[in-house]
């Protein structure tokens, strides 16, 4: 009985560490993003892990490091730029989890800082022998297009995303 | 001695488990509330929960309900609107918490993403047989009035608000 | 083997707790100082510890205490002032840590509500008899100086920071 017990101590223990180590990926992507880090950047994902994102999708690792080292990312760097994550409500399920956050950018201008945007964030995770890794993340502009608030629910119900939600409007 | 370590072991867990329920509650309003998830905010209350805001007083689940389901609610999700709750300080006693945190409600405008205001939140919690539910939320404008510091203050260093300290001005 | 197992599941929760003391140390701060608790402040620091933003260092509690007690800051508060600061990634070795997070300074004005200035933080923590407290927080303004950027870099790979990621531009 004892070892039962021990064995269920360490599983709840396990599943307190995943949800840390998922919290710690999503709260290093901005300070990460926002200093340049390529190489940490594209290793928070898995080699063929996907950043969906409005404008653009990024397909594997390689592309997830080029965009942090293209000129335009590196232009919000040097004016000054806050990718700033939200804490992050996680659903863990065995070697899968999803989470859910809001996310800010915002920048410094000529006029002062300014948010450019607010965004609802998806994030599809799995466990890798390496450790945590993000497969796909999805995000929205909150500007009023209704696949952000979806994603948002599926997000704070712990659903993955089907194609439908992730919709180019 | 074992069972004794064991039982303590436990305890100390059960109170990580308890922190993380919490936090994980506070970090799923935001993205309920951003994408009209009526029912689900309304559950994060207990039945008689107290909603507490500036302009309104949200007394029990289905105020809370009816208020993400109104035409001025909709209106903000379909416009594009991030209720950007910050991370709680957490302060647990036994089957009672409080927690504090800062909140950002920021909209899509004609103009861009503005930040529309920025609230002081003190969260009491008490656990039910289902879980963690909110008894009461109150939150204030930081906008100079001088309740919503002393509700910092007051959820910062763990304690409940009594009536002047929700005082309207 | 039993009581090396319950010794190893104690270190694992210790850990835990430790990460939990620092976020909940580091989410206070807000809460603290936008409600002008200036000794509570001041204790989330050692006595010697050092809070080093751009445009001022601040060399010990009593420093702090009075950056709190200021006629500056007290005008923030009368104002209405949200110090945002949003969830650190942290990075635990025995008795020190390091954590980054971003910051954002909101503030009422005649116009509304605006983002005074996005900013990055690096903490270096240490354990002391009576619990965490901060060595040196070093905070930038994310404007395009370089040493911004850099210790992000340095925060979110839990390295501490040499003279040179501090200069004042």
Known sequence: MTDDSL???SRRLQRLEDERDIAALIASYGPLVDSGSADDVSELWTEDGVYDVDELCLDGADAIRAMVRSPAHQRWIADGCAHFVGPAKI????????AVCHSLMVVNTVDGFVVRRATANHWHLERQDEGWRVVRRTSRVLDGRTESPDLLAAGAHGRRLGPVDRAQE
């Open 91 to 98: 659903t863990l399920t065995g070697d899968d989890a999803i």
């Open 7 to 9: 064995a269920a101590l």
